[in-house]
């Protein structure tokens, strides 16, 4: 062999030197992703999301373990791991879907998740033959650009791009879909939004533009900074790794049945209804939500949810969600967050506040964080809450922390 050895690789052709200074980065993603994978099949409480987590990353592992050997010509010394590489690539996106699926609670029967790996497993069935071959002949044909294996190769490589941009995308409209829905049902979506998940997508959709327009040197890279940032994340983000976890609403904002209304008449398709008696019915709900917003002042809670408020009302949650959708024309998250500011700026000018923090205030009147109140300040009034102040001539006492 010499010093540069060419392989056709089953994803793309790569050429390599057996001495590259990146394959100490390659043997790190290996080493960290085992380890986090290792930590979500040993957490207690472990749910089925993390479970696909856990297997996603075991699987990430063996991947770039055999991209390793393939570059460094140490498939030599370990040749049974040839030919598992090829059709893994047909295992990410779905792992990916089914991942995302369960994280924001949808219901998807083993059937249908079954389905999705079908196409990896055909693959497989017909390298069964390569399998079984011995180990001299498996080099051969890996040494020969895949000889014998051409077509299979070449029907591999063309189905692995639109795959994984059908996953990626497929996966952001489900993200998408959630962010709406607990819109309508919580007021603090920042622990549960998956914004985190959202920016790992989109470092998959990096590695396949790399497939696409690079080379796997640049593709396994990214694979190995994929894996870094999948661990600064499970870090970062409580439950991943540990045994905390931020529950994800639960709801369902389709029309209720009679029985799921207490004491108020049921409306036959109360969705945005628009018959007489329908707006009469919202206006009442309205008025008795702008009552006890204006009286009790529940907004105040920063854990409020739909479900809790709906419960004081006496009604359902999906009557309560068409009310708000309807009469204030908002879902329930920026509803709740704009009773919010505005009743920052009102006890914001009350002289005996003006001693307290514009942190402070804003923990007053529900916000749970000073981004989740920045950024909804700024969203309504078209100013950061420092701005705001400032034109209004209020001084608030200074903090150390920049708003």
């Known amino acids: 062999m010499g010093d540069i050895i060419e392989i056709q690789n089953p994803s793309v052709s790569f050429i390599f030197s057996p001495h590259f200074s990146i394959g100490m980065l390659h043997i790190s993603g290996v080493v960290i992703a085992l380890f986090l994978s290792m930590l979500l099949f040993t957490k207690r409480g472990r749910s ?59 219901t998807i029967s083993k059937l249908y998740r079954s389905l999705h790996f079908i196409p990896a497993i055909i693959v497989y069935i017909a390298l069964s033959k390569f399998f079984l071959l011995p180990t001299p002949q498996k080099i051969y044909v890996y040494e020969n650009n895949g000889i014998g294996y051409l077509g299979l190769l070449k029907i591999v490589h063309f189905a692995i791009l639109p795959s994984g941009i059908a996953y990626i995308l497929t996966s952001l409209y489900i993200i998408q879909e959630h962010r709406k829905n607990i819109s309508n049902l919580v007021s603090h979506i920042e622990k549960i939004n998956l914004n985190w998940l959202r920016y790992l997508i989109f470092g998959m959709c990096m590695i396949w533009v790399s497939i696409l327009l690079g080379n796997d040197i640049s593709t396994f890279s990214l694979v190995d900074v994929f894996i870094l940032f999948i661990g600064y994340f499970g870090i970062k983000q409580v439950g991943i790794f540990t045994n905390k976890v931020t529950p994800l609403p ?154």
């Open 48 to 106: 089925g999301a993390d479970m696909v987590l856990a297997f996603w990353l075991f699987l990430i592992s063996v991947h770039l373990f055999c991209y390793y050997l393939l570059a460094s010509t140490k498939y030599l010394e370990y040749p049974y791991f040839l030919g598992l590489e090829i059709a893994m690539p047909l295992l990410h996106g779905p792992l990916l879907f089914l991942y995302t699926t369960l994280l924001t609670g949808k």
């Open 250 to 403: 639960v709801g369902n904002l389709d029309a209720p049945t009679p029985g799921d209304i207490k004491d108020i008449p049921f409306i036959a398709n109360v969705k945005y209804q628009k018959s007489a008696i329908g707006q009469e019915f919202l206006s009442e709900i309205h008025s008795q939500v702008t009552r006890l917003m204006q009286q009790e002042k529940v907004f105040k809670d920063p854990e409020l949810s739909l479900n809790e408020l709906a419960e004081q009302l006496n009604i359902h949650p999906n009557t309560l969600s068409q009310v708000i959708n309807t009469m204030e024309n908002k879902n329930f998250y920026d509803y709740i967050n704009d009773l919010r500011i505005e009743e920052f700026k009102l006890i914001s000018i009350q002289p005996e506040n003006q001693k307290f923090t514009l942190l402070a205030m804003a923990y007053e009147v529900g916000f749970n964080s000073k981004t989740s109140f920045n950024r909804n300040f700024k969203k309504k009034i078209g100013l950061s809450p420092t701005a705001y102040l400032k034109q209004q001539k209020i001084a608030l006492q200074p903090i150390n922390i920049n708003m």
